[in-house]
């Protein structure tokens, strides 16, 4: 049973304008979330968090929302930009649970076309 | 600026072979992973470490072997290789549990 799901395997936004990438979660012990974005042939690289005391965290172009109740977050990216494209991974931990336990989404390939 | 340094980047195996996978990282971090990534699967926890000299068992463990000599290195051992070991394996190190983590540029294993 997946813990982490982002439903949306592609997305292909024009350049200029915002990419919203979803992410949603079933457990709700986790208490922190993450956001990794992967180019083709290297690894992922942390992009942004947040906490669930938050429900927001801003990062320059990026920002992620935070919805509790609803166990969903997304990743905001205004602009979007060429260099944008790549693979995005959502994740999530307890912090409070057992070490190494960040759970991974499938990942959402986001193509932010020119 | 070396970061998290997997070899070998590439290997073809048979059936049955056995392989180690190296994980250098110099950031001087106590906590090291193995995951893998399968088309449509994300990325899945094999094993990890919070310290020298321990290991301990993630998500899909099954054939894996890890050992953590240095606090540097984690080694990832496939004792007798299969063609569901095919896969693209990720080394990440991180100084606290999880969060944000480093990884490597991958190894992409192929058993034929």
């Known amino acids: 049973d997946q813990q982490v799901k982002q439903n949306s395997p592609s997305l292909s936004v024009q350049e200029g304008r915002i990419s919203i990438l979803n992410c949603d979660y079933t457990n709700s012990m986790f208490d922190y979330f993450l956001w990794y974005k992967k180019y083709p042939a290297e690894g992922p690289t942390f992009l942004i968090s947040i906490s669930s005391i938050k429900d927001k965290n801003e990062d320059g172009r990026f920002t992620v929302f935070l919805n509790k109740s609803a166990k969903h977050l997304s990743l905001h990216i205004v602009p979007s930009q060429p260099g944008d494209s790549a693979v995005y991974f959502c994740a999530a931990l307890n912090y409070g649970g057992s070490q190494g336990n960040l759970i991974f989404g499938k990942g959402t390939k986001l193509s932010v076309k020119p | 600026n070396a970061g998290v340094t997997q070899t070998p980047k590439f290997r073809v195996l048979k059936t049955g072979q056995s392989m180690t996978l190296l994980c250098a990282q110099d950031m001087n971090h106590e906590y090291m992973y193995w995951y893998r990534q399968d088309p449509g699967m994300g990325l899945r926890l094999i094993h990890y470490s919070v310290g020298e000299g321990t290991t301990a068992k993630g998500e899909v463990p099954d054939g894996y072997n890890v050992s953590r000599l240095k606090k540097q290195n984690f080694l990832l051992g496939l004792e007798s290789a299969a063609p569901s070991q095919t896969s693209v394996y990720f080394c990440?190190?991180?100084?606290?549990?999880?969060?944000?983590?480093?990884f490597g540029e991958g190894s992409r294993l192929t058993v034929l």
């Open positions: 990440a190190s991180s100084d606290q549990s999880a969060g944000e983590l480093f």
